[in-house]
Structure formats: structure tokens, C-alpha cells
């Protein structure tokens, strides 16, 4: 019995820093309805798909930073992101975006939300956990800043995952299909994707921003060139998407932010559409806006999850106390 879901990642080309919201809205949506008319019922948008990756810039003036979060509890409902919201509800397609959470007490998150179009609603929140980057500007003038650590608290939800109401294609006893979703920085840990695997997880759905050079922060060695920084960057951002999808046998759907925003800050593109032996099924072709799509059989995840990542019959929990008790690295003594 086959669980067969058309499925894609909008990719999104560059948003600047003066962009209107309203505008990048209008963007989502010619995606989205571009997905919706190749057959997809599931869209998942990058992290902080609403405005420029605004955490790269240290603002000093608090309503300048103010003005890229959004504010309402329930931003499908609110403008002008509701826009996206109803014309997925028009089309019955799922959507999973991110955006800048700022909750009524203050709290700041990188969040993402899943709207079911069946019910209407936000059926799921996520915020990002492992935030990168600096609280402080870097002491280099020239570097580009990644200021995450300033902007975001830590997520305080864990990775939940939950299950697409609506989204089986058979009534064969299987239940609806189980997601779990991450942000950018979080697809790099493994401990993350073990947490949704877990609990049986069959679609990971990944929005992500990730630097193209950025030799303060990123590839292995300062004398690298941009040219090989960024591809490297997309190699490993392939190779955790890839690794974990297989060793969680899980299908993956990652959608990036991509190419050259104000100008400038490089963004990898390199959305893609993973599948649970690590099979690469679709991926972007270029660095702006584009949608690819994949049909997926959820029931492919069975393989791994009952033979060689059965988790049941083959973890050994008492080996790994290290993973949970200990943060940082303890090196032995001898
Ligand atoms: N947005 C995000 O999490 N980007 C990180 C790069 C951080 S470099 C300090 C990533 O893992 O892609």
C-alpha cells in the first residue's frame, strides 16, 4: 500500500533590507501557487522567509529592529502575511514558513509554523534551538556580523513532532503522515533529527539562510576562496540533509533563501528534496526564486526504520549518557 505525497520547497531569491513585507508576500505566493499547479499539497518556505536575513546587521535604533519581527499571536491571521495564509487555504495546500516570532511578553524567536489549509490553522509552532553566530559585533570592521545570538533566544519548544492531518492518500490503517520541522543551524545536529526520529518521523521540513563566505564564521580555513567557501557550504549543507534523512530513514525538504541580498551578503541556494536511503529527489537549479517539487511514498521510510535504523531493537541507550549529561568536550587524560 503505497502513502503518496506531491511535496515541494519554495526557494526565495533575495530579499533587501528595504524590501516591503508585502512585496516578498507577493513573491511566496507566485510560488506557491506555482507549486500548487504542479501538484504539490505541501510547500515548506525558508526561515525568515517574510525580510532580508536582517541578523547579519547591528541596528541601533530598537524600531528599526522592531520592524522585522512579526508581533501578532497568530500571523496567518494577521497582515500582510495573512495573504499567504488564505490563498494556501484557496489552493488545499499545507504550508510550513518562518519568520521572526516576538511574543506579547517580548520573547524574541526564529520560528516556523505549520498551516494544515484542512484546518484552517496553525497546527504547529517550532523555534529554532541552536542559535549561531554572536551576541556582540565582531571586533573586525570588515567582517559581515551574524547576530543571531543578539536577536533570538534559544527555542523552548523542543522538536515535537505531529502529524499533517488530512495528507494520507489511503485509508490502509496507516495514520496521516508524521513531520517534524527545523531551522537552518538546527539541521547540522544530529541530536535534533534523533529527537523527531524518535518519534517516527517520515518529513523534515527545513527552511534555512545560509552564508555563501563568510570567512569570520564559516568554512575550514581563512585562505579559503569564495568560490570554494561557497561550495563547500553547499556540499555540507547537502551532506547533513543527506546523512541525516538516511541514518533517521526519513524524507527531508529543505528550502533556502538564495543569492545576493542587498548586493552584497551571499546566499547558498541549493534547496532541495532528500529521501530516507540519502537520495537527493529534486534540487534548485538557481539562486532565486524556484519551486521544486518531488512525489514521495512515505512508505519508502519503512525499509530503514525496520531493519537497519530500527531503533527499538538496536539502540544501546546506556552508551550514550555523554550525549545528554555533557555539553561542552571533556578530553581523557591519557
Ligand atoms: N541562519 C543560520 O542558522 N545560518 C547558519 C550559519 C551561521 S554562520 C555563523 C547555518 O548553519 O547555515
Known amino acids: 500500500m503505497s502513502r503518496i505525497l ?4 519554495a526557494q526565495l ?8 513585507r508585502a512585496e516578498t508576500v507577493v513573491r511566496l505566493i ?8 504542479q501538484g504539490a499539497t505541501l510547500v515548506v518556505f525558508p526561515e525568515l522567509a517574510f525580510t532580508t536575513f536582517f541578523a547579519r546587521h547591528l541596528f541601533d535604533e530598537p524600531t528599526r529592529l522592531e520592524a522585522f519581527f512579526e508581533h501578532d499571536k ?3 491571521r494577521s497582515s500582510p502575511t495573512k495573504a499567504l495564509f488564505e490563498e494556501a487555504q484557496r489552493l488545499g495546500v499545507d504550508i510550513c514558513v518562518g519568520y521572526a516570532e516576538k511574543t506579547p511578553e517580548g520573547r524574541a524567536f526564529n520560528s516556523a509554523i505549520y498551516y494544515s489549509a484542512k ?3 496553525v497546527m504547529a509552532k517550532y523555534r529554532k534551538v541552536h542559535i549561531p553566530g554572536t551576541r556582540e559585533p565582531l571586533p ?5 556580523n551574524h547576530l543571531e545570538k543578539r536577536y533570538f533566544e534559544p527555542g523552548d519548544l523542543g522538536f515535537q513532532a505531529f502529524r499533517a492531518p488530512g495528507k494520507r492518500q489511503n485509508a490502509d490503517g496507516a495514520g496521516d503522515p508524521i513531520l517534524g520541522m527545523l531551522i537552518c543551524n538546527d539541521r547540522r545536529w544530529p541530536e535534533a533529527w534523533r529527537c523527531y526520529g524518535l518519534q517516527g518521523v517520515e518529513v523534515i521540513l527545513c527552511g534555512y539562510n545560509t552564508p555563501a563566505y563568510n ?15 561557497k561550495s563547500t557550504a553547499i556540499a555540507q549543507h547537502k551532506l547533513v540533509m543527506q546523512a541525516n534523512s538516511y541514518m533517521n530513514s526519513c524524507f527531508s525538504i529543505a528550502a533556502g533563501k538564495a543569492g545576493l541580498e542587498d548586493g552584497q551578503y551571499e546566499l547558498i541556494g541549493g534547496s532541495c528534496i532528500v529521501g530516507p536511503e540519502g537520495q537527493i529527489l529534486a534540487e ?8 521544486i517539487c518531488a512525489e514521495i511514498d512515505l512508505d519508502e521510510c519503512r525499509q530503514g526504520k525496520e531493519h537497519i535504523f530500527n531503533f527499538a531493537q538496536h539502540r544501546r541507550v546506556e552508551t550514550y549518557r555523554r550525549v545528554v549529561d555533557q555539553v561542552g568536550v571533556t578530553q581523557p587524560d591519557s
Request: glycine share 4%; charged share 30%.
Open 140 to 144: 573586525d570592521k570588515a567582517a559581515v
Open 284 to 291: 534548485a537549479a538557481t539562486t532565486d526564486d524556484e519551486v
Open 215 to 229: 570567512p569570520h564564521f564559516w568554512g575550514t580555513s581563512k585562505a579559503m576562496s569564495p568560490e570554494i567557501a
Open 30 to 37: 507566485r510560488l506557491l501557487k506555482s507549486a500548487a499547479r
Open 74 to 76: 497568530d500571523i496567518s
Open 6 to 9: 506531491k511535496v515541494a520547497a
Open 13 to 20: 531569491g533575495p530579499v533587501h533590507l528595504d524590501t516591503p
Open 119 to 121: 484546518q484552517d490553522r
